[in-house]
Each structure stands twice: as C-alpha cells, then as structure tokens.
C-alpha cells in the first residue's frame, strides 16, 4: 500500500465502510490527511489486529467439542442402557408399565395377558346397577355387547418400547422406567348388539318407534302409519356406560345408580314419504312381468308375484320400497319348477333297538345368493320390457339344525307313546300314514314351537293327499286329507302325557269313540290346527309308526322328573250337547305344579248347542 508521507509521524486509523471498501484517515503534523485506498473484504486483517479473535474461537471450538463428547457420551449409555433392558426383558412386558392400575411390568407376556384378561373378565361380568326413569335395571356389559378390550390392552403393554419410531421407542421405554407408563382400558363395543339390548329395556311407558311400511293388496300399496316411541337415547347412554366400564376397570369405584338418558324418539318418515315410495315402486316395478332365472330354470313372474317379495326400508338413505331377500329366498322357490334346487336337511335321529341315533343333516342348493335383492331391483326398473329379465345366482342352503348340536345332547329316552286304532286299508289310512311318514324324524328344539300346519301346508290331490271322510261345520263331508286328524289326536296324546306345553288343540265337534274322550284334535287349513311347544330341558324328537290298524306316535327326549296326572273328568249336559271338562296335573322334582283344565263340547251331527 503506498501513502504520501510528510516529514510528521503518521498514525493511521482503519474503518469499515459498507462492503468491500476499508476508509483509512491518517493524521499529521497540524493537519488530517484522507487516505484511500479499496480494500477487498475477504483480505485477512493484521495478525496483531486479529489475535483476539483466534484466540477466542479456539476456546469456543474446544468448548463445543467437549460439548459434543459428553453428548455423545450420554446417548451411548442411553442407548446401552435401553438395549441391555430390551434383552433382560425379552419376552416380558418392560417395568413400570400398567393397564388401568393394573401391574404388568416385568410379567411375562403370557402371563400379562392372562392377568389382564383376568382383570377384564372380572369386570365385564359384573353387573352395572342403571335406572330408566322410575325402573332399575342390572346391565351385564358382556351380554349387552359391550366390555373392557383386553386384546388391545395385552397388545399395547407388551408393545411399549418396542414398536414405532426410534424416538417413540426410547421415549416410552424412558417414561416407563422413570416415572412409570399407565395405559388406559379401552372399551369395546358391538354396536348393534348393543343398541338392541338397550332398546329393549321394557321400562314404564317404554314404547318401540315404528316406521310407516308398506304392503300389496292387489298391486295396490297399503300404508301402516308411523308411530313414536319412548326409548333410551342410545349414544348417551353408551357413553356413560363405557365411562362406568372404565372406571370399574381402573377400580375407582364402582359409583351409584347410573341413571340413562330416555325421552320421545320420533321416526324419521311419516305416511306421505311411504305413499310416494310405494307409488314410484308401482309405476316403475309392477309395469309388467318380469322373467328370472335361477339354476338354469326360466320364469316369468307377474308383478302380483314380484309383490310376494317386496318390503320397505327406512335409514338414513330414505325411505324405499325393497325386494326382501329374506321374503325372496322363502317365496321364490314356490315359483320354481318341480326337481329345481335341493332343499337343505336338517341333522335328526332314528330310534334303533330302542336306542336313539343321530342321523346327520345335508347342505343343499338354492335361492338366493346374496345381492340377488339388489340385482332384481335394477331389473324391475328397466323401462324397456325387454331388459327386464335377471339371472339370479344360487346359494348354499344350510341346515338349521347339525348333528354336532344334537349330540351334545346325549342320547334320548322315551317320554311318552300313544296309540290310536282304525279299520285296515282305505283312503283315509292312506293319508294318515302319508302325515306319519312326513312327521318322523322331526325334531324340536328346547323352547321350539311345532304347528302341523305350518310343517304340512296345505292338503290338495295334487300334493298326493287321498279324498276321504272329514267333519265341517258339524257334518260329515269328503275332502283331500281326510283321515289325518287321527293322527292329529295321537299325537296330541303323546304331547299331553308327556307333560309338553299344548298352545292351540280344537277337539271333534262329534264324538268318535276310538279316540280318548275330551282329549283330541282335528285338523283343517289354515285352522283349526295343533300346537304345542317344547319345554323340555333337550331335543324332542317324533316318531310315529304304524300297522295296517293302528297309528302310534312316540316322543323322545330328555327327562327332567316331571310327572303327568290325569285327574278324574267331569261330564255334563247342555241340551243336545255333552261337556267333557278335562283336568292335567304336572308335578316337578323340586315342587313346581302346573294345572291345565280342557273342556270339549260334544254335539250330534247337524245340532248345535
């Protein structure tokens, strides 16, 4: 750097001035001298000038490295400590943690899992004392689909430190060794289980709503009204209860009485919304026929037909006319030609050597897949008559009852027998062994109610029933079935000396004596007909048999003591007619007593009483 000098000392003075120009004054003797001179910024500066500033950034970096070195050093022993608990605990829930106050830390997985299914189970089967307005109730969380989730419970204890992110890792595990990590019960629900447990709370003035539906009656629609309800506010009263769940499950007490929300529930359609639907369904559905086809057999359905399978639906989607898939597969095979489809078999039993055995059922083929609603609906709306044709797929008809559940039964005894005498061979013999040979094997579940009408339809030549003598409206007269109320009234007997509960009988209006007086039944369609239920503790099977002159039904099941007493009949007059009044007595091994009384009235034919 050159300068002008005069004969003075100069002292030189250095300033910055923006970036990239150094501004140099220098002083003389009397005088300031300007000195410039442009100075590229990055030039380093004069070691005398700069030696503070070294000297200060080797302390800083020294600093920082020493920094760094125990920083690392903390995470290494970090890092060595959590790895070295991951492997002492391997196979163990890791210290510290708990579920809803319940310890698990350092348990072993199984073990774990098994205390806090313990702890759940507990829980869910303790019933939870609950008020609807004036009535109290006791709510069993596990049967009202409801309870703590111990699954999840076992899944998250046995996952803290070990799954997720690095940091999220060590962060759990640090958490639960420091100060110890809670996790929260959780509360699982199935909802529809549990919506209708709640619904059928039947407390005062409990009442169900109900949405307006929709029927045919000669293609025309017939609208039931809607009607509101008194029910609980389900969500509501679900919140609470899970709050209550929680709290048993974290043992905070068990609190009151929990009182559940209930009030006015109105439906969400009224009868204009059904009348439109129903309206729109028969300009679009019920136009014209419709051909379907199913298992390789074509039929063409009338619309008077389509509206056996129709129903109603309202959600939140609306309110719409439907093809029922449930009213589809129990109608549409009556529309099938004969030998299309295999209906499903139900597991029985056979009587062999006085032995009862179980005879398994079979799968069949038929109506309908699922969908098959939806997929008859698209073609009910085709405008154009000749796209209103749907092939429908089959499905897999399973049988109500296997042979898996009736063996869990054991084997049957015999619980009563009866027999009933007539004169060999005719037409009416015909139907009665018919009837008996569709009846054998029929089994009824305990709590099950049997209608013979409903098991045989209705009886025509062209279902194979023989012409013979029947009773209507007091006289004697020919019909298809004639005969089967001797079968009728065997059973009956059997039913009645096996001490079954009998829901519907209707004695002869004449007296026949080869039947017992003042117990019997006949049968006519749809009435009268015979109806008894099962309440026996097991399966009840009939099993009738025959001769040339007799008809026998047998009823085997499983005994619980219950005796069957006939008391003394009462007989009397009322004018033409005689009263046969009928008493049974059943008596129970622990005391119980059940009385039933009959009375049949007996008239000549053609006579009233």
């Not at 009348?275 to 136009?287: D, F, G, V």
């Not at 013999?429 to 099950?448: R, S, T, W, Y």
Request: glycine fraction near 10%.
């Amino acid at each position: 750097m050159e300068t002008e000098r005069d004969s003075s000392r100069i002292r030189t003075q250095v300033s910055t001035e923006g970036e990239g120009r150094t501004q140099i004054t220098g002083t003389g003797k009397g005088r300031n001298v300007p000195l410039e001179s442009t100075v590229k910024s990055q030039r380093r500066p004069s070691a005398i000038v700069d030696l503070p500033s070294k000297i200060s950034r080797v302390v800083r970096t020294k600093r920082g490295m020493w920094t760094l070195l125990g920083l690392a050093v903390l995470v290494a022993a970090f890092a060595a400590a959590y790895t070295v608990d991951l492997a002492v605990h391997s196979g163990q829930v890791m210290p510290g943690v708990s579920v809803g106050g319940t310890e698990v830390g350092g348990l072993r997985f199984e073990t774990a899992g098994g205390r806090l299914e313990s702890r759940a189970a507990q829980v869910n089967s303790r019933a939870i004392p609950v008020r609807v307005e004036n009535a109290n109730f006791e709510i069993v969380p596990s049967e009202a689909g409801m309870g703590l989730d111990s699954a999840r419970a076992v899944d998250e204890a046995r996952s803290t430190g070990r799954h997720g992110l690095p940091w999220t890792r060590a962060y759990e595990w640090m958490q639960a060794r420091i100060f110890g990590r809670n996790i929260d019960w959780e509360v699982e629900v199935d909802g529809k289980t549990a919506r209708t447990f709640l619904r059928s709370l039947d407390f005062p003035g409990h009442s169900d709503v109900v949405e307006p539906t929709v029927a045919w009656e000669d293609l025309e629609p017939v609208v039931t009204p809607p009607a509101v309800g008194r029910q609980i506010h389900v969500d509501r009263a679900l919140t609470l209860l899970r709050e209550r769940i929680i709290d048993a499950g974290d043992g905070s007490g068990e609190g009151g009485r929990l009182e559940l929300p209930s009030g006015i529930i109105r439906p969400r359609y009224d009868e204009t919304d059904a009348q439109a639907a129903a309206e729109k369904a028969k300009a679009e559905w019920l136009s014209s026929p419709i051909t379907v086809t199913l298992l390789g057999a074509s039929m063409e359905l009338t619309p008077e037909d389509v509206t056996e399978f129709l129903g109603s639906r309202a959600d939140r989607e609306g309110f719409r006319v439907v093809v029922d898939e449930t009213a589809l597969a129990e109608n549409l095979p009556d529309h099938l030609p004969d030998g299309v489809g295999t209906p499903a078999v139900d597991a029985s039993y056979r009587i062999e050597n006085g032995a009862s055995v179980v005879v398994p059922g079979s799968e069949g083929i038929g109506c309908c897949a699922k969908g098959s609603g939806v997929a008859l609906e698209r073609a009910l709306s085709a405008t154009d008559p000749s796209r209103r044709v749907v092939q429908l797929r089959e499905t897999r008809l399973l049988p109500e009852k296997t042979a898996e559940e009736l063996a869990e039964f054991g084997p049957l005894t015999r619980l009563s027998t009866f027999t009933t005498r007539h004169p060999a061979g005719g037409a009416r013999v015909e139907n009665i062994h018919k009837l008996a040979d569709i009846m054998q094997g029929v089994v009824l579940m305990p709590g099950e109610t049997f209608s013979i009408n409903d098991h045989i339809g209705p009886r025509t030549k062209a279902k194979g029933w023989k012409v013979a003598k029947v009773i209507e409206d007091g006289v004697y007269a020919q019909s298809p079935g004639g005969g089967i109320s001797q079968f009728a009234t065997t059973l009956y007997n059997a039913v009645y000396w096996a001490g079954l509960h009998v829901d519907e009988h209707t004695p002869h209006s004449i007296y026949i004596s080869r039947y017992p007086r003042g117990r019997e039944a006949t049968l006519g369609y749809p009435k009268p007909d015979l109806v008894f239920t099962n309440t026996s503790p097991g399966p009840v099977l009939i099993w009738p048999s025959y001769s040339a002159s007799s008809i026998t039904v047998e009823l085997w099941g499983l005994s619980d003591g219950r005796v069957v007493e006939a008391l003394p009949q009462t007989l009397s007059r009322q004018g033409v007619c005689r009263i046969v009044k009928d008493t049974r007595v059943i008596r129970w091994p622990d005391g119980r007593e059940e009385t039933d009384r009959y009375t049949t009235y007996y008239r000549p034919e053609g006579r009233s009483c």
